[in-house]
DNA sequence: CTTATTTGACCAGT
DNA sequence: ACTGGTCAAATAAG
């Protein structure tokens, strides 16, 4: 066995350990008006981490490997045989936009664009077909038309940025009109405390080590509704960005050297029912991206610590 | 009222 | 000089 299938073995072990705890919370926290299946859909949860670890630990060795190289790959050149993932690993922002942006500028009043170009900096990109919430609180701060794209780049910070000094920003650009296809690039990480929007349940620190946070997306449409929150208070301020719908994904890229993330698909309807029976070894076959399933609905952030 | 978005200005890197 | 990333005033939304 592979140390990264090890790793991720131990990541998914107490991945269901938090969950479980979360169940716990859920169970004394919530009543039952609008998430009435908030037990059934975090035993789901459960399951689900349940079944992986089985997949992991039963499957073959070339099977799992594959699998844990998708979580763990640092390689932008070793995704090859995996199109949908697509990993920068571009190094250390420089010096530093932060820097530049926040030191108040001496006396000057207008230091706008008083910074240092992005450069060589840590991201992450996706690649969607449509706009998708990440369970991120996002501040727009600018609009860009950008040379040889037909649609202008939308830059976001966290909203937690002033108040707590989160670094993380993203950049959104529509690529393709028919199909729609969007690419958003992730730069930092969020260091804010109250960075998930509600659709999003992050474990509290005093239940991680080391600055680990699971994050689940509660994505099951056939238990719960997601119709700009109507229906659910667990979708009650997701938010659209760019005044655009957030739609089914199609494809997720991401860097595979930091924290993967999964994506809410709002459309994917198999996810919530993936079960072990279902989901034999055929899943985990090199043609079939099982992780994009399982992704959609259930979003780890900082699964991987460094 | 507070908070978020829009948008032109500004500036560093190329 | 050009381009892209950011700022911040103006504006919109809640």
Redesign the pocket.
């Known amino acids: 066995m592979s140390w990264n299938t090890k790793k991720a073995i131990e990541e998914l072990v107490r991945g269901k350990e938090l969950t479980k705890q979360l169940r716990d919370l859920l169970t004394k926290s919530l009543t039952d008006d609008g998430f009435v299946n908030s037990e059934d859909l975090v035993l789901k949860i459960c399951d689900t981490f349940a079944n992986t670890l089985s997949l992991l630990t039963n499957s073959n060795t070339t099977t799992t490997t594959a699998v844990a190289d998708y979580y763990y790959n640092d390689d932008l050149n070793d995704v090859s045989q995996k199109p949908t993932i697509n990993i920068t690993s571009d190094g250390r922002k ?1 010096e530093d ?2 820097d ?3 030191s ?2 001496s006396t ?12 060589c900096v840590d991201s992450r990109k996706k690649i969607t077909s449509a706009l998708v919430d990440d369970g991120y ?13 037909s649609h202008p ?5 966290c ?1 937690h940025k002033t108040d707590q000094g989160c670094q993380a ?1 993203k ?1 959104v650009q529509k690529l393709e009109d028919d199909p729609p296809k969007y690419e958003t690039i992730y ?1 930092g990480h969020h260091t804010c405390k109250n960075m998930l929007k509600s659709c999003h349940f992050m474990v509290d620190d005093s239940t991680c080590n080391n600055d680990s946070s699971i994050l689940l997306s509660f994505a099951n449409n056939s238990t719960l509704t997601n119709k700009q929150g109507h229906d659910n208070p667990f979708f009650s301020s997701v ?1 659209q ?3 655009e719908d957030y739609k089914p994904i199609s494809e997720i890229t991401y860097n595979g050297s930091s924290s993967p993330e999964y994506l809410w698909s709002p459309h994917h309807h198999q996810l919530s029912t993936f079960d072990l029976s279902s989901a034999d070894m055929t899943v985990l076959s090199p043609d079939h991206d099982v992780l994009s399933d399982v992704v959609d609905s259930v979003d780890l952030d900082d699964l991987l610590q460094f």
């Open positions: 420089s936009s932060g530049s942006i926040k108040p500028p000057h009043k207008d230091r706008r664009g008083s910074y240092k170009r992005r450069k609180a996002w501040r727009k701060y600018g609009q860009k038309q950008i040379l040889h794209a780049r939308s830059y976001f910070r909203t920003t950049q730069y938010k960005e760019s005044k």
